[in-house]
């Protein structure tokens, strides 16, 4: 299956798998095979890594405050190139961080997911829940070089759209495109209380802190990643089209907010590819308590 | 499944009770339509199929995706001859009748997984082989649900269908004989399926539960913090 997968790669036409081609600069990596994964007390911490990534709605029930796992951004349980895979991440930090203005560590990376796209409390560094995390991506990283930014890594860049995002045209390709499975009002479907197919905006979606909830960083997944089964069926434009759609409904409140959607916009959302604290239909993104 | 039922099969059901019979057979099931008592011949007088000829459940599958499926036999993209004889005659009323009872009728709850489980076909049904030349391979249950129990009405449950019946329909959208698929979802998976991938992954699907009073490893406070 590997090397099916392997060759399929190379001999890939899509844009995006151009993106992930070899590059000197980036060198390439793939993570070990799921039938590698450790035992004893290590891989107990790997493997409950894993399920929190996956299940995170499950076992880290309490933490989070949305319906999000993490395996819905970050595709394939992590190990997807071009999906922000961890082993990729891994290898990144400790790294400065414009978001809060100081070097972080894996683990301070991690809390910020459950700040921000989990819209959760954050974790301790020495919890169960960010050690074993940070145990199941190490794990996915053996032997991934330090220092280095592995192809794969984040979502593939993606060329500035021809005409700027249009909130009207993202609506036509997310009912042809998306709604199917997350929903026609962005809320995502779920069986027996599970995620699965994740709501992308409204309450139980990321707050406005998260990467998702820049147009960019949304263009960008989707482009590369969307949708399951038909990837590579949407342009260059319908991508940042719905991304701008998606990015335009109201979702839960940045938890940096200081008292003024105006003052929080400035603050950390001032950026074309932020919508928070911009009207849309009347409504002010932002303004939801 | 007495899961939360989707608000167009509720409808669907309402619609039924006022259009074409007032009746009831009570515990939520919709009155069954003239056509029931061909239908159970081959899909079982529970519309729990009948596993060793092959013949799908259809009891707890959403009104909406029924009815399609219905449409499509009669339209040709859905192709066997004897469903096609079948949905021929029914006319959208008696189509919306019969989903609506086979959508109401219960499905029998049994604990878990209960045949030996093949690691080629969880690995597909749980993981996938994603990336790739084409679309790569999503996880099954990425859309079928966990354990492949179904999802809103327009991803059918695939937890104890029969092996054969799973295995004929991956291969029918491989080869293209079976369309009509949303966004052409499943003919884009199935198309980079082996025949070996197709036999295992359905064999896993089929030995699981329809209806499971647990599912394995989604335990509410498995990961205390």
Partial sequence: MIRRTIAALLAAQLPIAAALATNPAQPSFAPPPRADMPKGPFGDAVKLGENIFRHTTVYAHGVIGDALNCSNCHLDAGRLAGSAPMWAAYTGYPAYRKKNRKVNNFGMRLQGCFRFSENGRVPALDSKTIIALEAYSFWLAKHAPTGAHLAGRGYPRLAAAAESPDYARGRTVYRQDCSLCHGARGQGQYARGQTVFPPLWGTKSFNWG?????????????????????????????????AQYVDSHDRPQDPRFSGSVAATRKAFHDSKFSMYGRKVNGHLLGSNK | MRMRRPRSSRFAVISMALLVSPISIGNGVAAAPPQIATCASCHGVNGMGNLSAGFPALAGLPAPYIERQLTAFKHGERKNAVMQSMANPLDAKARAAIAAYYATLPVPATPEPTKK??????????????????????????????????????????????QSYISAQLTAWKNGSRTGDPLHLMSNVARQLSAAEISAVSAFYASLSPNPTTLPGLVPDGGKQ
């Fill in chain 1, 210 to 242: 998260a990467g998702m909830g820049s147009v960019k960083n949304a263009a960008e997944f989707i482009y590369a990643n969307m949708p399951f089964g038909a990837v590579g069926t949407l342009s260059v434009q319908q991508a940042w089209d719905v």
């Fill in chain 2, 117 to 162: 489980l093949n690691t080629q076909g969880e690995a597909l049904a749980m993981n996938g082989v994603w990336g790739g030349k084409l679309t790569g391979v999503p996880a099954c249950d990425s859309c079928h649900g966990p354990y492949g129990i179904g999802v809103g009405v327009s991803f059918p449950r695939l937890a104890g269908q029969p």
